[in-house]
């Protein structure tokens, strides 16, 4: 079993920045890509940003220049710091792992831009 906790998410005015992270815990060989994704109400569930156990990144257009993703692989975990936050922004973001060619997703953290 596999099991991702999110953390870092909240309400922040626009402008702002919040920092997410995930931690991976379980029966765990190796972890590929590590990535967040967002689901806006009434939208569909939308990449934000990926990383590789290479650190080759990719992003979203909506959010270059303003997200950085990052992963420590020791600690097996994934982080998404979060700048010049935007109320477009407001989503339930989502942790994702692939392990063995098979995806994980953690539970969700919202984050919610506003003044």
């Known amino acids: 079993q596999v099991q991702l906790v999110e953390s870092g998410g909240g309400l922040v005015q626009p402008g702002g920045s919040l920092r997410l992270s995930c931690a991976a815990s379980g029966s765990i060989f190796s972890i590929n890509t590590m990535g967040w994704y967002r689901q806006a109400p009434g939208k569909q569930r939308e990449l934000v940003a990926t990383?590789?156990?290479?650190?080759?990144?990719n992003y979203a257009d909506s959010v270059k220049g303003r997200f950085t993703i990052s992963r420590d692989n020791a600690k097996r975990t994934v982080n998404l710091q979060m700048n010049s936050l935007k109320p477009e922004d407001t989503a339930v973001y989502y942790c994702?792992?692939?392990?063995?060619?098979?995806?994980?997703w953690g539970q969700g953290t919202q984050v919610t831009v506003s003044s």
């Open positions: 994702n792992v692939w392990i063995l060619r098979s995806p994980y």
């Open positions: 990383i590789t156990s290479g650190g080759s990144t």
